[in-house]
């Protein structure tokens, strides 16, 4: 059964800094694109980044410029390190596999406020 476990969010002030950690067990996770997700309060769940087994990334506009993607396979974990937050990022943000499939983890939340 595919599972993932996301962790690492948490309060910082605008500009900071967080790195979010997920680990999948996903069994073909080498060869596997992942992906980062955000869902704020009443608005739909939507991409973040991804980055394909051999490593190209791809990134929201909202995130370009601030937001790192990166996958260790032997670990079966992606991170997501989000620099220069701001309030607008505010959301829980989930990872899965690219395209997404229906399983999903309890997410982890991130707030950017003063």
């Known amino acids: 059964q595919v599972q993932f476990v996301e962790s690492g969010g948490g309060l910082v002030q605008p500009g900071g800094s967080l790195r979010l950690f997920c680990t999948a067990t996903?069994?073909?996770?080498?060869?596997?694109?992942m992906a980062w997700y955000r869902q704020a309060p009443g608005k739909q769940r939507d991409l973040v980044a991804l980055?394909?087994?051999?490593?190209?990334?791809n990134y929201a506009n909202s995130a370009k410029g601030r937001f790192t993607i990166s996958r260790d396979n032997a670990k079966k974990t992606v991170y997501l390190q989000m620099n220069s937050l701001k309030p607008e990022d505010t959301a829980v943000y989930y990872c899965?596999?690219?395209?997404?499939?229906?399983?999903w983890g309890q997410g982890t939340q991130v707030t950017v406020s003063s």
């Open positions: 899965n596999s690219y395209p997404r499939t229906i399983y």
């Open positions: 996903v069994s073909i996770f080498s060869s596997s694109a």
């Open positions: 980055i394909t087994s051999s490593n190209s990334t």
